[in-house]
């Protein structure tokens, strides 16, 4: 999912002490790693945090104890940070305090250290002299024990692995992986989420955790202690995250709405980023459902793995045609000029992405050539200009150009990113297909079935237009009823239907593309749905062939797509609506999505080829991204979406599970 940073804690120094207004999101955790405290010392100050946090609330910040070097910094050096390495290691390697690091690399306020990382260390100016500021010396142990710590994280003792932590508290190294994404080595005083158990005094008291409901019992002690005892029940905290909605998050924990609100009241005022939900650890495993903090879905989160803070620089290549054009004449070719409307819609979501990553710390910049719509112009434009100096380009948008441009840069290993257009031509090596090709949208669909109308009765409707087409399924379903049309291209309702039953669930499968199959299909089989459970499935996204979309929900309509639709709402939009005035088209989304992608896959490796091997599918606002690389070929995206029609009219993913 994507991270907009926005404005962070509000805080002042007041009469010696900093003063922290409470904001939605913040725990005890993140305000004493923000502030390099111990929470003993924030809570002597706020004995009211043994409350609990409370949003709006002022608290009282004390001084840290460290010191910190005051003379002129020369430069900076870079440096890798290697395993086992510490900010007390490196200290004393480069002769420097802590704080001089912290100061160097502000997001180790707030982050630990982790291997991979690369960071900033000062080398101060010889034989000037040293100024150093050293504040109060009441010191606090800086690793004792659990205290301080709020349910659900642990500080990791002396000595301690993955395993033993693991192990105290029932869980597989796996799980733990999950909870605490990135982290490879635990060092001591590290603080960790672990599911954690709800104290019978505190805990709202649950009997049956069902697909349905949560159930409270009212107090009777006996009864309290014996069902308390039964459900044994654990605990994560999870910190919901930008875009979520109730939808992501029934699917995300295996449970519906009411049973969340039971669980979180606060939910019955909508999902809020940042606010900090308890969701059931054991009740959702004993059920078989996924554990509750992986997505069926499984996906890379590139904002919690950033490590690369080094400046970006990327080429953007677009047709955007407005050499020695006027104002005016601007104007009238994005009205008249298709491709340039597309292209400057592309770029202005591109902007909203670069925005966003500066918020987050990471640099970029964008150096942008109008390739036009010719070949040779995008050519010239690579053999004119350094393109040693970029990490990646983006574009251009038509394949031939694409693929001449990712020649050109070939032998520089530039990887070159194909964004909207993909290409039956041999990628090269350093060539990024972003689209998704028909050949991967139809194997998608086609696993997807195989798990889904198994036991089922299906009949696949064919055409005289692609009449091999029904041949991709007859082959997965050879009991499969087949429906051939007349010379015409005509099939009669009764022969629609006629295959279907009773007494099994029906899948119709569209192996056409001629349009009024689809438009009969839908109309003879919607009417019938209120009779037979029939589940429609094809290749078109058939919202833009004028049919009915009551007909598509009746049909439960199935298909797969390159992206998904989401509501005007999203923080992307929201904040491309406040700069522009309008909200995104697709091609801003498309935009946004591509260059959010590029850019924070460079932030969390070293390069962009790196971390399409090592990191996974990501999800963007609408489009999501996982790079495989193919036999003496480039990289191609194969992520996409299975969609249905809801009741309501609404369009949800499908989750799929990957067969072994």
């Not at 995250?241 to 979180?264: H, V």
């Not at 309702?493 to 349009?515: F, G, H, M, Q, W």
Request: aromatic content about 8%; proline content about 4%; hydrophobic content about 35%.
């Amino acid at each position: 999912m994507v991270c907009f940073a926005f404005a962070k804690a509000n805080s002042s120094i007041v009469q010696g002490y900093e003063r922290h207004v409470v904001e939605q999101g913040d725990t005890v955790y993140k305000i004493i790693n923000q502030y390099n405290i111990t929470a003993e010392q924030l809570i002597e100050l706020n004995p009211d945090l043994k409350m609990g946090l409370k949003k709006g609330a002022t608290l009282l910040i004390p001084k840290s104890n460290k010191t910190i070097t005051k003379r002129p910094i020369e430069r900076y050096e870079e440096h890798k940070v290697k395993r086992k390495e510490t900010l007390y290691t490196l200290a004393k390697e480069y002769k420097v305090t802590v704080l001089d690091i912290k100061e160097a690399n502000k997001k180790l306020y707030s982050e630990s250290l982790q291997k991979g990382d690369r960071i900033l260390i000062p080398v101060f100016k010889k034989g000037a002299a040293v100024e150093s500021v050293a504040v109060s010396t009441n010191a606090v142990p800086e690793y004792a024990g659990q205290e301080g710590l709020v349910p659900g994280k642990y500080r990791v003792q002396k000595s301690e692995g993955k395993y033993r932590v693991a192990k105290k508290h029932n869980i597989s190294i796996d799980i733990l992986d999950d909870l605490n994404p990135g982290i490879e080595d635990l060092q001591e005083g590290m603080v960790l989420n672990v599911p954690y158990e709800v104290e019978e005094s505190i805990r709202p008291l649950v009997t049956e955790i069902s697909s349905s409901s949560v159930t409270k019992v009212k107090t009777d002690r006996k009864s309290e202690q014996g069902e308390a005892k039964k459900a044994s029940l654990q605990y994560v905290e999870y910190q919901v995250q930008p875009k979520m909605t109730m939808y992501s998050l029934e699917k995300m924990t295996g449970l519906k709405k009411d049973s969340l609100i039971a669980l979180n009241p606060a939910l019955k005022d909508g999902v809020k980023s940042g606010m900090v939900l308890r969701i059931p650890y054991k009740g959702v495993k004993e059920r078989g459902a996924p554990a509750p903090w992986k997505s069926t879905a499984t996906y890379a989160r590139l904002v919690d793995s950033i490590r690369n803070y080094r400046n970006q620089r990327i080429a953007v290549m677009l047709p955007l045609s407005v050499r020695n054009a006027s104002g005016d004449e601007l104007v009238g070719l994005l009205k008249s000029d298709k491709t340039m409307r597309i292209a400057t819609d592309f770029y202005s979501g591109m902007m909203i992405a670069r925005d966003s990553a500066r918020a987050l710390g990471v640099t970029v910049d964008f150096d942008v050539f109008d390739t036009g719509k010719n070949e040779s112009t995008a050519i010239s434009i690579v053999r004119n200009n350094d393109f040693k100096k970029y990490n990646s380009v983006i574009g251009p948008l038509m394949a031939k150009n694409v693929v001449a441009v990712a020649k050109e840069l070939k032998d520089d290993d530039i990887p070159v990113v194909s964004p909207l257009t993909n290409t039956d031509v041999k990628l090269y090596k350093n060539l990024f297909q972003a689209r998704p090709d028909e050949d991967f949208l139809m194997n998608r669909l086609k696993n997807y079935l195989v798990g889904f109308a198994a036991g089922k009765n299906v009949i696949i409707v064919s055409d005289n237009k692609k009449p091999q087409l029904k041949n991709q399924f007859t082959a997965l379903f050879p009991n499969a009823t087949v429906l051939y049309p007349d010379d015409n291209n005509y099939i009669s309702s009764n022969k629609y239907t006629s295959p279907l039953v009773k007494d099994r669930d029906n899948v119709v499968i569209l192996a056409a593309e001629e349009a009024k199959i689809f438009t009969g299909a839908v109309s003879d089989y919607g009417a019938k749905a209120r009779s037979y459970n029939i589940t429609m499935v094809g290749m078109e996204d058939l919202d833009d062939n004028s049919i009915n979309n009551l007909g598509l929900a009746a049909v439960n309509y199935t298909y797969p797509q390159i992206n998904r639709n989401t509501s005007s709402e999203n923080i992307f939009a929201s904040h491309y609506f406040k700069k522009h005035g309008i909200t995104p088209s697709d091609y801003a989304t498309r935009g946004f999505d591509v260059a959010m992608d590029v850019i924070l896959r460079q932030a969390s490796a070293d390069n962009l080829y790196e971390s399409a091997m090592r990191n996974g599918r990501t999800v963007m606002v609408e489009n999501s991204f996982e790079y495989n690389k193919r036999f003496l070929a480039g990289f191609y995206n194969e992520a996409c979406y299975i969609l249905r029609y809801q009741p309501d009219l609404s369009i949800e993913e499908v989750q799929v599970y990957e067969r072994n």
